[in-house]
Structure formats: structure tokens, C-alpha cells
């Protein structure tokens, strides 16, 4: 009677062990399985950031061709656009180093306006009156006009 108990206990202790073996097996295989899954979304995800900025260099690079290809100076290309000069009763504004006679209100980029007349409203509601060589940046700073070499004027 021992003998056979002791054949079932060890029997049972090796079909527990290999079911064990068999449970540690599938954890093994679904850990693999998402550790490769894992790797599979990371590497996708690097490819899209790699192509994102790839797009974003190549824009900026067409970019620099056009304004390359443009032939203005730096100086040019990036100053403020929105400076205003009030010159013998019009309101005109400099450009790539083309006169342009404003012919409409402006509003500037801090919400000032100014009317072809000179007018000048500042957004807290102040208003001032632009004199023959006075110039106003984006800021609504008035400053007196420097004197320039003659530039002819071109409609807007």
C-alpha cells in the first residue's frame, strides 16, 4: 500500500511540475510575444518622428531656396513691415526699398490704427496726429522721418 501511495504522490508531483513547466512555457511565449509587439510600436513610432522631421527640414530648406531665390537681403526679408511714414499729407510705407502709398486704414499688429490722414488711435484709446515726417512702428511709437534719397511711389 505504500508502494502505490508513494507511486501516486510522486505521480502527481511530476504532472504538478509539468503543468507548472507548461504555465511558466506560455508565460515565457506571451511575454515574448509582447515584448516584440512593444518593439514593433516603438520602432514605428521613431520612424514617424524621423519622418516628421525630415518633412520639417525639407520645408524650412524650400524655404531658404524661395527667399534665396527672391534676391532680398536679410536685412529686408526679416524687418518690420508695419512702419508707417506720414509725408506730405500721405500715409505710405517702405517695403523691399519700394515706396507703397497706403490708400485704407492700417491697423498695426498691437492694435493701434492709423488712417491715411495720419490719425492715430492707440488701443487704450489715445490718439495723436502723425506731422509731415513722422514714422510709427508696430509698437505705436512715433518717431521723426529721416530724411531719404527720392523714391518713386507706387499705388497700393
Known sequence: MKQYLLIILTSLCLSSTYAGTLK????????????DSVRTDIQQYKD????????YRDSIKTNIKE??????P???EWSQPD??????????????????IIDSKQTLSNGTTVSTTGAVKMKNGTTAQLKNG?????????TRFKAETKM???PN
Open 24 to 35: 511558466v512555457d506560455s508565460l515565457k511565449a506571451t511575454m515574448k510575444e509582447w515584448k
Open 67 to 72: 527667399w534665396k531665390a527672391s534676391g532680398k
Open 48 to 55: 514617424s518622428v524621423d519622418m516628421s522631421v525630415k518633412q
Open 83 to 100: 512702419i508707417y511714414y506720414f509725408k506730405d499729407g500721405k500715409l505710405i510705407q517702405k517695403i523691399g526699398g519700394k515706396i507703397i
Open 134 to 142: 513722422d514714422s510709427i512702428n508696430k509698437n505705436g511709437t512715433i
Open 74 to 76: 536679410a536685412s529686408e
Open 152 to 154: 518713386k511711389a507706387e
